[in-house]
Structures are given as structure tokens and as C-alpha cells.
């Protein structure tokens, strides 16, 4: 913006009064055609005319010009745009057909500006906008005007405000704030407090090199606390992944779990189909009822692929998923194998006799690529292999070393090999193929790796009399 100050104030200023093109251009008497006078009496020049005030110059050029935002070329934010559902609303996904400067929401204090887009997922869009009344800027889901996700985001605003009011109301929790819901030509609209990148960008950013101990400390340390309202409230988030946990601001580690579109109450638990394949739990890939430790083998998941900067099992089908879980870390103990709805999809089952408890067992062998691939119809692939090591641990333990000049002091180092060997027996709670015994949020926060005490030993942790005990 161009700030004209009158050159008597100028000189009063301080400022020398200098030639400018102005004083080169000869003085008209008569305005010449389309001409513009600035406040010193001194026709504008073209650039000025064109750059300041347009309005004037569009008017003084057609006295008939009338000026009005709706007209405003609009930068389209949905793909595809070419209207296909509700009057022209809507595109063929059923996704709302947002345009930048358009309006959400209709009501005094329901209205918001869109500014831009923030990212899309399986509901619908996620867009940056501005509340017309305070000013703030927020983010809105316009979810896809279809019942089945309509309902399902009914759910997200029903757990929230429960989480928000009920479970967290001073925000301390690391949960995502719901601030407000609407009906917007039949799109359900919530909105969000504004947050930053999420953790898979700053992994990528991090060009996939994985971060420090310390970082994915403070990261674990603040999602076992939103885990621990949510286990309280009885609720599984279902969808936990790096790509669901977003930075408050890229200033410092601050973060909070979004997504709650899948979130189910532990009694409602009605689907099986749930939580994103790499980080989906052996019980839920075997077809077994399930309750809020499903998230917590999601959390081991992330841990490690935070530290590694690659994720643990990057399965490429659900039977690529559990061949992956099962070369690391073994099969499932048979009471899960017994009670798994989809075992035998991916299991030979024989039984044998066991003399000694004088009964017949039933034994699992996970079935072969080939033999899977021919019975389901697919063309499995064994799938890439990020990692030379196969153990846990020695993934962990290989992994390259901080780089910095203070990290290479040998007590640094020593320092470092402890923070990985306390990471790995914390991460071993968290993947443990049996949910009865996977750890809760309340134990694992009191593991060495949260604590910061320093470990010496693995962590146990046993409940007596109903009070958590742990025994290092
Ligand atoms: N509060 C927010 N602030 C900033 N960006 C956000 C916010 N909420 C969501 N986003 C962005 O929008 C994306 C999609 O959001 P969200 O995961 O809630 O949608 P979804 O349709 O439920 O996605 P999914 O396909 O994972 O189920 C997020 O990955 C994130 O990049």
C-alpha cells in the first residue's frame, strides 16, 4: 500500500523535497481523459492510477461501474469442480464445492470465511477460514453430503463434546478443541481450532531420517495423556497415526490427536474394519472383539516409526500386514488364534493330541504367499524391506547415531544407549501381540523412557488391589 503524505507534512518531517516525475510532467490545466488527481493536486501517475484506489480509476473510466465482492473471480479449492449433486452444490464425490472468499454458515456468529484448503480425508474437506464475529481463524471440515458420513461425523461432534466439555475442559490434554457445528446446504461443518503440520510432514520434512529420543519422548509423553482421558471416558480414537496427530504451532513440540471420525465408545465397538493398516492391531487384523489397547498398539507403531523415520510394518494388504507383525514379533498366543472370526483366512489349522492335558489342540502356521494369494485371488508380494535388522531391538540399536559434534562425546553416547535400550523395552509394552496384557496409558507413562528416570532394568508393571503398581 502506498502511504501519500502531503508535501508540506513531508518537509515538516524532515524530508528534503526532491524532484519527482511528477515535477517533470507538464502541468495540465484541462484533466486529461481517465486522469486521477492525488491529494498534492498533481495528477497520478499511470502506475499510481493503476495500483491505488482502483476503484476511482474503473469509475472515472465508467462512470457506470459499480463494485460488488460477488463478482470477484473465485479460485476453486475442491477437485473435481464441476457440480454434479445438490443443485450444483456438490461434486461427483458428494464433496461440497468450495470456492476461496465463499461463505460457510449463515447465522450471526456462524459465519466463516474460507481462506484456503488444509487437507482432505475420507469425510470430506478441511479448510481454513475466518469467523466473521471474533476474527478467528479456524479450520472447518465440510463433511461429504452423504448420510453414512454424516452420521459417522454426528459421532465426532458428540465425542468431542464430551471430551472437550466433560474429560478436558481447561484443554490441557492434547485433544483437538471442537468449537463449533453447523448445517451448511446440507453438509455438516465443524469447526476446529487451527492447527500446524502433522507429524508425517515433519517427518518428511525431516527428509525420513527419523528424530531424536528426546523429541519422540515429549511427542509419547503427550499422546499417553490424551490416551489416558480417552481410556477414562472409555473411548478408542480407531484411527490413531501420524498423519492424525498435528503440531499446535511449528514454534515448539506441542501436539494434538485430531480425527475422531472413527472414535467408538468401548461398548459400541460394532465395526471391524477399522484403523489404518499400518498401525491396525493383530486382534482387529484377526477379526476379534476389541477395546481401547487397539490405540495403544497404534502408539508403538508410531513411536518407533518417529524414531526411525519409517513405518515398522508398512503392510501392503492386511495378510502382508500380519506376516510382517508375525516375522518380528511371532505369532499371536493361541487364545487369539482360537477366537480370531478371520484366523482361517490367513492360518492352516490342524489339530493334534496332547497327551500330557489329555485333549486335542488346535495348531496355526501363517499360510504362504502363494497359497494365499491363489485361495483369496490377489498377487501378494512379499513387499519392501526397510530395514536390514529383523528384531526390534536391533532395528533400534542400528539405527544411525545423532551426528552432532556434542553427541559424539563419549559420555553422550553412552547417554544415547541407554535412552534407546529404555526405547525399546517401552515400545515392547506397546507392541505386545496380546491386548490383555498390552499395556494401558497409565502404565506406560510411568515407564523410565516418560519418567525420565534412568533405566536400568525392564519395566514391569502389575495392578494390586486396583492401584497401578510398577515394579522397575
Ligand atoms: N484442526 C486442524 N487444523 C489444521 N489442519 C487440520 C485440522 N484438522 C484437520 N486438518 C487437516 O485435514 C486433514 C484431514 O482431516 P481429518 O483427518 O480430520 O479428516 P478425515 O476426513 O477424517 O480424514 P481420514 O481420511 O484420515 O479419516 C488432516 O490430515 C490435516 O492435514
Same mark, same amino acid.
Given at each position: ?32 481523459? &481517465? ?85 482432505? &480425508?475420507?469425510? &470430506? ?33 458428540? =465425542? ?91 514454534? *515448539? ?89 478371520? +484366523? ?59 551426528? *552432532? ?18 526405547? =525399546? ?30 533405566? +536400568? ?6 495392578? *494390586? ?8
Amino acid at each position: 500500500m502506498v502511504v501519500d503524505i502531503p508535501p508540506p507534512k513531508r518537509r515538516a518531517l524532515g524530508f528534503r523535497r526532491v524532484r519527482t516525475v511528477h515535477d517533470l510532467q507538464p502541468r495540465l490545466d484541462v484533466s486529461p481523459a &481517465g486522469r486521477r488527481m492525488g491529494s498534492d493536486g498533481v495528477y497520478l501517475s499511470p502506475l499510481r492510477q493503476l495500483t491505488t484506489n482502483i476503484l476511482d480509476t474503473y469509475r472515472i473510466c465508467n462512470p457506470q461501474f459499480r463494485y460488488e465482492s460477488a463478482h470477484n473471480p473465485r479460485r476453486v479449492l475442491t477437485k473435481p469442480s464441476k457440480p454434479a449433486h445438490n443443485d450444483g452444490y456438490d461434486n461427483d464425490d458428494y464433496d461440497y464445492i468450495l470456492y476461496v472468499n465463499d461463505w460457510l454458515g449463515t447465522e450471526e456468529g456462524h459465519k466463516y470465511l474460507i481462506l484456503d484448503i488444509l487437507g482432505q &480425508g475420507t469425510f &470430506g474437506q478441511v479448510v481454513k477460514c475466518q469467523n466473521m464475529k471474533t476474527h478467528e481463524i479456524v479450520a472447518v471440515k465440510v463433511v461429504k453430503n452423504k448420510p453414512a458420513y454424516f452420521n459417522q461425523s454426528m459421532m465426532e461432534v458428540t =465425542i468431542l463434546e464430551l471430551l472437550n466439555k466433560s474429560c478436558d475442559p481447561n484443554d490441557e490434554h492434547h485433544i483437538l478443541r471442537l468449537r463449533d457445528s453447523f448445517i451448511h446446504r446440507s453438509h455438516l461443518c465443524l469447526v476446529f481450532e487451527l492447527l500446524s503440520s502433522n507429524l508425517y510432514e515433519l517427518i518428511k520434512q525431516n527428509q525420513f531420517q527419523g528424530l531424536s529420543t528426546q523429541l519422540v519422548k515429549v511427542f509419547m509423553a503427550q499422546l499417553l495423556d490424551a490416551m489416558t482421558v480417552l481410556k477414562e471416558a472409555r473411548l478408542i480414537h480407531c484411527d490413531l497415526k501420524p498423519e492424525n496427530i498435528l503440531l499446535k504451532s511449528l514454534q *515448539s513440540p506441542q501436539i494434538k490427536v485430531i480425527d475422531f471420525g472413527s472414535a467408538c465408545h468401548e461398548r459400541q465397538t460394532v465395526y471391524t474394519y477399522i484403523q489404518s493398516r499400518f498401525y491396525r492391531s493383530p486382534e482387529v487384523l484377526l477379526g476379534m472383539s476389541y477395546t481401547a489397547s487397539i490405540d495403544m498398539w497404534s502408539l508403538g507403531c508410531i513411536a518407533v516409526e518417529l524414531f526411525l523415520g519409517l513405518p515398522l510394518f508398512p503392510g501392503t494388504s492386511e495378510y502382508n500386514q500380519l506376516t510382517r507383525i508375525i516375522d518380528m514379533l511371532g505369532l499371536p498366543p493361541l487364545s487369539m488364534l482360537n477366537t480370531g472370526k478371520q +484366523t482361517n483366512q490367513f492360518f492352516d489349522v490342524w489339530e493334534t493330541y496332547n497327551p500330557q492335558a489329555n485333549q486335542t489342540e488346535k495348531n496355526y502356521r501363517i499360510k504362504s504367499l502363494e497359497q494365499y494369494s491363489r485361495e483369496h485371488n490377489t498377487n501378494e508380494q512379499p513387499g519392501k524391506q526397510y530395514f536390514k535388522a529383523t528384531s526390534l531391538p536391533e532395528i533400534i540399536n542400528t539405527a544411525p547415531m545423532p551426528t *552432532s559434534k556434542s553427541a559424539r562425546s563419549a559420555h553422550e553416547i553412552e547417554k544415547e544407549l541407554n535412552n534407546r535400550a529404555a526405547f =525399546i523395552d517401552f515400545c515392547q509394552g506397546l507392541l505386545n501381540l496380546n491386548p490383555v496384557t498390552r499395556w494401558t496409558p497409565q502404565q506406560a507413562r510411568l515407564h523410565p523412557f516418560i519418567t525420565g528416570e534412568k533405566y +536400568t532394568k525392564p519395566f514391569v508393571v502389575r495392578y *494390586s488391589m486396583g492401584r497401578l503398581e510398577h515394579l522397575t
